[in-house]
Nanobody
Framework: QSQLVESGGGLVQPGGSLRLSCVGF?????IGWFRQAPGKEREGVSC????????DYIDSVKGRFTVSRDNAKNTVYLQMNSLKPEDTAVYHC????????????????????WGQGTQVTVSS
């Protein structure tokens, strides 16, 4: 298994947008996006199943974030719009497996390989 690499983070003003990319996996897996802000526990943000058919999001990002995948490129994207200061965190992608019904999950125990993270800072 190749090392996962996230990119696309940076400093953006509230209301702005960023697109994160996750690359480095040679096989098809479910991909989860997780974030951790200072003083807070890591939380699952979004995920996409192996087929790309199923996605999930935490309530705080629904309608603002969109996860997608291009399996031909072994790349998963997290499009983040209408960013808020509370979105500030280090964002990690991870490879995992979907549930038997095909859904992906936002619990980290389902994920095996993790990238090093990319910093997203939302500030005026």
């Amino acid at each position: 298994q190749s090392q996962l690499v996230e990119s696309g983070g940076g400093l953006v003003q509230p209301g702005g947008s960023l697109r994160l990319s996750c690359v480095g996996f040679g096989h098809t897996y479910a991909i989860g996006w997780f974030r951790q802000a200072p003083g807070k526990e890591r939380e699952g943000v979004s995920c996409v199943s192996e087929t790309g058919k199923h996605t999930d999001y935490i309530d705080s990002v629904k309608g603002r974030f969109t996860v997608s995948r291009d399996n031909a490129k072994n790349t998963v994207y997290l499009q983040m719009n209408s960013l808020k200061p509370e979105d500030t965190a280090v964002y990690h992608c991870a490879t995992g497996l979907s549930l038997l019904d095909g859904r992906c999950v936002l619990t980290p125990n389902y994920y095996n390989f993790w990238g090093q993270g990319t910093q997203v800072t939302v500030s005026s």
